[in-house]
């Protein structure tokens, strides 16, 4: 659990809390004012423009970076970055197993449990393959299958499907929310692709560009169906391009 104060910490035992947060790099500010609560078993889908924000807001709850502001409070999280940091020596069935050898499940044991998903995951044949002759969605597919592994009650995604053609990115999507029903597991799940955040997320929020702020908090069960959710985070969007327009005026 990282830094914070005490009355949050009691909320984080079950989800996650960031409170007032403010990011910086140097003279770049990343995120300002970012408060958002996400209880257990959520899916919170995080869509917005290139630059917002949205890595380092994952890279705060996992405790990878340290707010310059405010105050996060979460359980253990388990983080996929956009880059699949495959070990380029290690077989994929071995990249996918990397979680549980960490946590200490023998070798034998951690490859049979990481191997039960490759046939699902389109991996069968390709167990005994360096990272360098997979191509990128296959990478991309191990490293979902290594995260999925930890066990960590909270799974931080961002862009997970991004490097899938349509048929596999449906078909992990399925994998994924099949994931959730059965662990429970709280997810936060970063996206560009707004069908997809309507599609995956039980709530749904949209950044604004840099410095990252919360634009908009949609909560899908208000929405008569998946169609008009997306139709009115297009809208916040583009409101955004409007807003940029209207200030290069």
């Known amino acids: 659990m990282h830094s914070g104060a005490g009355a949050l910490a009691v909320e984080a035992q079950t989800g996650v809390v960031i409170d007032a947060v403010d990011k910086s790099y140097g003279p770049v500010a990343a995120l300002r004012g970012i408060t958002l609560a996400v209880a257990a078993g959520e899916f919170v889908a995080v869509v917005g423009p290139s630059g917002c924000g949205k890595s380092t807001l994952l890279e705060l709850v996992c405790g990878l970076a340290a707010p310059d502001a405010g105050h996060v409070e979460a359980p253990p ?7 699949d940091a495959l070990l380029p020596w290690a077989s994929a069935l071995d990249n996918a197993a990397l979680a549980l050898r960490v946590a200490g499940v023998p070798r034998a044991e951690a490859r049979a449990r990481a191997h039960e998903h490759f046939a699902a995951f389109g991996l ?9 002759a997979l191509s990128g969605g296959m990478r991309q597919r191990v490293a979902f299958v290594r995260t999925m592994l930890t066990d960590a009650p909270i799974l931080l ?3 997970p499907f991004a490097a899938l053609d349509a048929l596999t990115r449906q078909r992990m999507q399925e994998e994924l929310l099949g994931l959730q029903r059965e662990t429970g597991a709280t997810i936060v799940f970063v996206t560009h692709d707004i069908a997809e955040a309507a599609l995956l997320g039980t709530r749904v929020i ?5 410095p990252g702020q919360i634009k908009a908090n949609l909560e899908v069960s208000r929405f008569a169906g998946r169609e008009e959710l997306a139709t009115t ?3 916040v969007i583009h409101d955004d391009d409007d ?7």
């Open 233 to 235: 985070i297009s809208g």
């Open 124 to 132: 069968e044949g390709f167990e005994q393959a360096r990272p360098a």
């Open 157 to 159: 995604l961002d862009e």
């Open 206 to 210: 949209v950044m604004s560009p840099f």
């Open 77 to 83: 999280a388990a983080l996929m970055p956009q880059r």
């Open 243 to 249: 807003d940029k327009k209207d200030i290069a005026a």
